[in-house]
């Protein structure tokens, strides 16, 4: 049965599904959509037209789908989609899109966000992501399946951070990381692969190790970018996850691709 505490607020036009819950003191506005199953804690905050897919359940004194932080933002409607079974723990806030990024901020199925962390406008995150506490990644960011962004990291707007990929805490990301990659620092630098990941994620030995050395290959100091790139797909083209990598470098982006540390330190 649904459940509405008496100190609520659900404004007229807000759509509830069955099995919902929502706690003392939150409100829910008239453009709000909760699917089956919803649990909004005490002083949970969601307005605007945000939709909430069935099953996820959002901490206290979260706010969620409010006006985006962007100053060419001019009221325009626009959404903010949350998939199913995600989980938004307490302080955390996401916003809706803009005109400038396509009208939508976008997140997936069972997600995990931790306290205090932040999804700006226009943003996609795949499912299965976890940004662990006080991570931020601002506007237009893109997010891979499966990639998990360490606690107070923030990435800047219009990277991408590929599936799989795992960027260690405190870190700064200004440059895309290719799927599977591994990276950290205040000005974060590519550190390798997300091997601890891979495993996790019952990828095969042989082909973990194909991966890595496809990885070698395409960051060599030897040739260009595009010739080490046309190596890797003439070796080991066949392979879905070094192929899930070329494609990602090949993607049109406005950032470049992360690089590891060399050994003279550049």
Same mark, same amino acid.
């Given at each position: ?16 599904g069955?099995?919902?819950s929502?706690?003392?003191y939150?409100?829910?506005g ?12 005490? /002083? *949970?905050?969601v @307005?605007?037209r945000?939709r &909430?897919g069935?099953? $996820?359940?959002?901490?206290? #004194?979260?706010? =969620? +789908?409010l ?7 001019g009221?325009?409607e ?5 998939g199913e ?19 939508v901020t ?13 999804v700006?406008?226009?943003c996609?995150v ?10 931020t990644?601002?506007? /237009? *960011?893109?997010? @891979?399946?499966?990639?998990? &962004?360490?606690?107070? $990291?923030?990435?800047?707007? #219009?990277?991408? =951070? +590929? ?9 700064g990301i200004?440059?895309d990381l290719?799927?599977?990659g591994?990276?950290?620092g ?15 994620r019952?990828?095969?030995?042989e082909?973990?190790n194909?991966l ?6 395409l960051?060599?100091?030897?040739g260009?970018m595009?010739e080490?790139v046309?190596?890797v ?6 392979n879905e996850?070094v192929?899930?990598?070329?494609n990602?470098v090949?993607?049109d982006?406005s950032?470049?691709?992360?690089q590891?540390k ?5």
């Amino acid at each position: 049965m649904t459940s509405i505490h008496p100190t609520a607020i659900i404004e007229d036009g807000a759509e509830i599904g069955s099995d919902v819950s929502v706690g003392p003191y939150s409100v829910v506005g008239s453009g709000v959509s909760l699917g089956d199953g919803v649990r909004l804690h005490s /002083h *949970v905050v969601v @307005g605007g037209r945000t939709r &909430i897919g069935a099953q $996820s359940e959002i901490f206290p #004194f979260a706010s =969620i +789908g409010l006006a985006p932080q962007d100053l060419k933002y001019g009221g325009e409607e626009s959404e903010l989609i949350i998939g199913e079974r995600t989980t938004i723990r307490e302080h955390v806030t996401m916003n809706p899109g803009t005109a400038g990024g396509g009208l939508v901020t976008r997140v997936g199925d069972d997600c995990l966000f931790m306290v205090g962390t932040h999804v700006a406008h226009d943003c996609i995150v795949g499912n299965h992501v976890i940004l662990a506490n006080n991570a931020t990644i601002a506007g /237009h *960011v893109t997010v @891979g399946d499966f990639a998990i &962004i360490g606690g107070l $990291s923030a990435v800047h707007q #219009f990277v991408r =951070i +590929g599936a799989h990929a795992m960027i260690g805490g405190m870190s700064g990301i200004e440059q895309d990381l290719i799927p599977y990659g591994q990276a950290q620092g205040d000005r974060a630098r590519l550190r390798g692969l997300n091997l601890v990941g891979l495993q996790r994620r019952d990828f095969s030995r042989e082909g973990i190790n194909t991966l890595r050395t496809a990885y070698r290959l395409l960051f060599a100091q030897e040739g260009t970018m595009q010739e080490r790139v046309d190596a890797v797909v003439e070796l080991y083209g066949e392979n879905e996850a070094v192929m899930d990598v070329v494609n990602f470098v090949r993607a049109d982006s406005s950032r470049a691709i992360l690089q590891p540390k060399t050994a003279n330190g550049g």
